[in-house]
C-alpha cells in the first residue's frame, strides 16, 4: 500500500492576491493530487509577488507544519515581479535540478516559451518544494511530467531506505 503524504499549494500572484484574477491553477492543482490518493492537499494560499512573503509561507510550511510536498504556482517566469524561484532558493538546502528540467522538457514539445521557465525545485528539511508555473495548462502539463516520481522521492527525502531500482 502506497503510503499517504501531506501537500501545500501556494498561488503567487499579484493578481490573485488582490481578487481581480481567479486562481485556476492551484485548484487544478489540488485536484490533480486528490485523484491520485497519494496525497492530501493541507494547506492552499495565495500571496502577492513578494520574495519576503513566499520565503516566510515556505519556511513556515516546511519547518512548523512539516508538510511533505509544497507545489508554488506562478511567479516562475521572466517579469520584473517574478521572484519564485529567488525566494525559493534562497530557502533551500538542496536543489533537484532533475525535476525541472523534466519539467521543461515535456513544455518544450508544447511551447517554445518553455525556456522562459526559471522553476526551481528542491528539499529544505525534509520538505519537497518545486515551483510550477501559473498558467493553468503550464500547471498541469508540469505537474504531470514529475508526479510519478514525487512519491519515491518524498519518501527517500524522509530517509526511506528501500531500492530506488524496481
Given at each position: 500500500?502506497?503510503?499517504?503524504?501531506?501537500?501545500?499549494?501556494?498561488?503567487?500572484?499579484?493578481?490573485?492576491?488582490?481578487?481581480?484574477?481567479?486562481?485556476?491553477?492551484?485548484?487544478?492543482?489540488a485536484?490533480?493530487?486528490?485523484?491520485?490518493?497519494?496525497?492530501?492537499?493541507?494547506?492552499?494560499?495565495?500571496?502577492?509577488?513578494?520574495?519576503?512573503?513566499?520565503?516566510?509561507?515556505?519556511?513556515?510550511?516546511?519547518?512548523?507544519?512539516?508538510?511533505?510536498?509544497?507545489l508554488?504556482?506562478?511567479?516562475?517566469?521572466?517579469?520584473?515581479?517574478?521572484?519564485?524561484?529567488?525566494?525559493?532558493?534562497?530557502?533551500?538546502?538542496?536543489?533537484?535540478?532533475?525535476?525541472?528540467?523534466?519539467?521543461?522538457?515535456?513544455s518544450?514539445?508544447?511551447?517554445?516559451?518553455?525556456?522562459?521557465?526559471?522553476?526551481?525545485?528542491?528539499?529544505?528539511?525534509?520538505?519537497?518544494?518545486?515551483?510550477?508555473?501559473?498558467?493553468?495548462?503550464?500547471?498541469?502539463e508540469?505537474?504531470?511530467?514529475?508526479?510519478?516520481a514525487?512519491?519515491?522521492?518524498?519518501?527517500?527525502?524522509?530517509?526511506?531506505?528501500?531500492?530506488?531500482?524496481?
Open positions: 500500500m502506497e503510503k499517504s503524504y501531506t501537500c501545500g499549494i501556494l498561488t503567487v500572484s499579484d493578481k490573485g492576491a488582490d481578487g481581480t484574477r481567479e486562481d485556476t491553477s492551484g485548484p487544478a492543482l485536484d490533480m493530487l486528490a485523484s491520485r490518493n497519494t496525497f492530501q492537499v493541507v494547506k492552499r494560499a495565495i500571496i502577492a509577488d513578494e520574495k519576503e512573503k513566499i520565503k516566510k509561507i515556505l519556511g513556515q510550511w516546511s519547518d512548523r507544519e512539516c508538510i511533505d510536498l509544497i508554488t504556482t506562478g511567479g516562475t517566469g521572466v517579469s520584473p515581479r517574478d521572484v519564485t524561484p529567488e525566494a525559493t532558493r534562497e530557502i533551500l538546502e538542496k536543489e533537484i535540478p532533475g525535476i525541472c528540467e523534466a519539467m521543461r522538457r515535456t518544450l514539445d508544447r511551447t517554445p516559451h518553455a525556456i522562459l521557465s526559471r522553476a526551481a525545485a528542491g528539499i529544505r528539511k525534509s520538505t519537497l518544494i518545486i515551483n510550477l508555473p501559473g498558467s493553468l495548462q503550464g500547471a498541469r508540469n505537474l504531470a511530467s514529475i508526479l510519478e514525487l512519491p519515491h522521492a518524498i519518501y527517500k527525502i524522509k530517509g526511506g531506505s528501500a531500492d530506488c531500482g524496481k
